[in-house]
């Protein structure tokens, strides 16, 4: 079956701009989990989404929202943006999510650069 | 808070074993997962506890102690294409925790 999707896998911004990204998840998975890698801090825990319910949420400021559809894709939004907000997001699909411990898959990631 | 820590690099060379160890501090457990990630993809399931005690699949076994905030992912008959990324995840209830990771080189 097909993988983790986000799309797209690139992206360059300026500072103040808003940027959104995509994930679709594996067929089924209703659970959608997004994370920040920087070098320097590693996987951060943005949010999940299950059920198009906002489920937990880590310590990120308001700029970053995200929001899931019925068929369990999910978008994140960055809005004015940061020189910090540079960072590859990640994604990751699970059938019933963090809460049931089960193993999470993930997409490619989104590379973003803000300049 | 949420803690959890790792050795930042390490090298071994090719046939050799290897343990990557974590140690966690965190508000509520519920599991401690291993993710492998070569550079520039996505971090991809190795092994996944929740008990105490050695878990192993294949060249990889990953152990973990509860009542010392312990784990540690062993990886056997080392070969070139085991240079990646190590990380170490807990769940504590309400989401993911991830360490910052342990880059493995291996050289022949």
């Known amino acids: 079956k097909a993988g983790v999707t986000q799309t797209p896998r690139y992206l360059i911004k300026t500072r103040g701009q808003q940027v959104t990204l995509s994930c679709s998840p594996i067929s089924g998975h209703r659970s959608v989990s997004w994370y920040q890698q920087t070098p320097g801090q590693g996987l951060q825990f943005l949010f999940e989404y299950f059920s198009e319910t906002q489920r937990n949420k880590g310590n990120f400021p308001g700029r970053f929202s995200g929001r899931q559809f019925s068929n369990s894709r999910s978008e994140m939004n960055v809005s004015t943006l940061e020189l910090g907000d540079s960072a590859l997001y990640l994604c990751a699909s699970s059938q019933q999510g963090q809460v049931a411990n089960t193993e999470a898959f993930f997409g490619q990631g989104t590379r973003l650069t803000v300049v | 808070g949420q803690n959890i820590d790792q050795p930042t690099e390490m090298t071994a060379t090719e046939g050799a074993i290897v343990q990557i160890n974590c140690t966690y501090q965190t508000s509520g457990f519920n599991g401690l997962f291993w993710y492998q990630q070569h550079a520039g993809e996505a971090p991809t399931f190795l092994s996944y506890n929740v008990l105490d005690g050695l878990e192993e699949k294949g060249r990889f076994s990953s152990f973990l102690s509860r009542s010392k905030g312990y784990s540690y992912l062993l990886l056997k008959e080392l070969q070139m294409k085991d240079s990646a990324s190590y990380l170490c995840?807990?769940?504590?209830?309400?989401?993911?925790?991830f360490g910052p990771g342990t880059r493995l080189s291996v050289l022949p």
């Open positions: 995840a807990v769940i504590n209830g309400q989401n993911f925790v």
